[in-house]
């Protein structure tokens, strides 16, 4: 089983930082890209940005300048530096990687944490 665990969500005023941390645990043969996707009220889920195992990095537009993408591949974990947060990006804030979790079927497989909550509001 793998599980991907995320922490780091809260209440921040417009202007602000938050750091978001996702850590995959389990039964973990290699991960390739991981990334951060958020979905607001009403709204589709959204990728926010994402990183390959060798460190390329991908946002999206509305990010692009505010939020900066990192991971540590030793621990399996992807990090999301949030800064100027804007009201527009409170969302749910969701962790995304594949992962070969079974060597003997060689596939890498999307999972997903269970979702961080980010608030931008004064």
């Known amino acids: 089983q793998v599980q991907l665990v995320e922490s780091g969500g809260g209440l921040v005023q417009p202007g602000g930082s938050l750091r978001l941390s996702c850590a995959a645990s389990g039964s973990i043969f290699g991960v390739t890209d991981m990334g951060w996707y958020r979905q607001a009220p009403g709204k589709e889920r959204e990728l926010v940005a994402d990183?390959?195992?060798?460190?390329?990095?991908k946002y999206a537009d509305s990010v692009k300048g505010r939020f900066t993408i990192s991971r540590d591949n030793a621990k399996n974990t992807v990090y999301l530096q949030m800064n100027s947060l804007k009201p527009e990006d409170t969302a749910v804030y969701y962790c995304n990687a594949k992962i070969l979790s079974d060597y003997r079927l060689g596939s890498f497989d999307p999972y997903w944490g269970q979702g961080t909550q980010v608030t931008v509001s004064s």
């Open positions: 990183i390959t195992h060798a460190g390329t990095t």
